[in-house]
């Protein structure tokens, strides 16, 4: 059977249905996943074929209007909920503990959760938070997954590891590894430091790839810009008037190519499932695609990538080995 051509106005739910019969028997985890999201967009599709899809919050209250939400538009979809907060090594060892011990095996980890804006802010770990919650947080989280994804593959299946970045990784000079370990509130910028998350997202993908040599597949993505609760936040409105997302008024400023909640997780769905991808492992996807061509210079650098796996392991005081 020919598979369609995703394009950029692909949805998720036409991504979920191309690759039901991929989808059908996985257990998938998804962070972030509140509602008006693009991960709650996720798994809402991937619910209707999948045998179980974990979601992900730090807010209780809010990962239980999820859990409604999604069992509510999927009747009889299997959904768990699972407390992670990114921030914290110690709620991340918690959650991953909890995972490890569930009965079924894990072929699909989707780090989506971001922590976009904002002041400068420190964890309780002492680490800056928008990196934080794109790149220790989910590090530790993969790595101590890592041997449960891994128990998943078959002579005919890989398990995968996918990463929502974003292109707001090439609006910067990319990852400051100097100021990782230590943070300075006067180097901090609520958007540049959002571009150096991203870029993170990438460099995580390609490394992760390669250092599995083969047993896991990862990949990283560009979902588009949607109108998602992050958007909509207080603390982000600034930062988006001024690169002329968002009108002064908060609005979505429609001269600006958004993409509906659908459209914007398809991505994220695709990396996750579409067979053509099998041998790509360690690319960057952008309207469903491949498209390594459009990652900037200092995401794509192989010896980045080396040199952030290394300082992150530090970091969070593991080594993530295979």
């Not at 036409?14 to 798994?43: C, D, P």
């Not at 919650?133 to 989910?138: I, L, V």
């Not at 990438?202 to 083969?214: H, Q, T, V």
């Amino acid at each position: 059977m020919s598979l369609p051509t995703f394009s950029v106005s692909t949805t998720a739910e036409e991504v979920a249905a191309t690759f039901a019969e991929q989808i059908r028997g996985k257990n998938v985890l998804i962070t972030g996943t509140s509602l008006n999201g693009i991960g709650y967009e996720a798994a809402r599709v991937i619910a209707k074929y999948a045998n179980l899809v974990i979601i992900t919050g730090y807010n209780a209250e809010r990962l239980k209007l999820s859990e409604e939400a999604l069992k509510k538009e999927v009747p009889g979809a299997n959904v768990r909920p699972l407390t992670l907060d990114l921030t914290s090594f110690a709620a991340v060892r918690k959650a991953a503990a909890e995972v490890n011990a569930y009965p079924e095996p894990l072929h699909v980890l989707i780090n989506n959760a971001v922590n976009g804006g904002g002041d400068f802010k420190l964890t309780v770990d002492g680490l800056e938070s928008q990196m934080a919650t794109a790149q220790f947080g989910p590090f530790l989280f993969t790595k101590l997954l890592a041997p449960k994804l891994l128990a998943s593959g078959t002579a005919t299946y890989t398990p995968r590891v996918v990463f929502v970045s974003s292109e707001a990784h090439m609006w910067g000079p990319g990852v400051d590894l100097d100021n990782l370990a230590h943070p300075k509130a006067e180097k901090y910028n609520s958007a540049g430091t959002y571009t150096q998350a991203k870029s993170a997202n990438i460099l995580f993908a390609s490394e992760l790839s390669r250092r599995s040599g083969g047993k896991i597949k990862a990949y990283s993505l560009h979902p588009g810009t949607i109108y998602t609760n992050g958007l909509q936040k207080e603390h982000n409105k600034a930062d988006l008037v001024n690169v002329g997302v968002l009108n002064p008024d908060g609005t979505p400023n429609s001269n600006f190519p958004f993409k509906t909640m659908g459209q914007g997780a398809a991505t994220t769905v695709t990396a996750a499932f579409d067979t053509r991808l099998e041998d790509q492992s360690g690319s960057f996807l952008w309207d469903c695609v491949v498209a390594n061509e459009k990652v900037a210079p200092h995401s794509a650098d192989p010896e980045t990538a080396k040199k952030l796996w290394d300082v992150t392991e530090e970091i969070v005081g593991e080594k993530f080995t295979f």
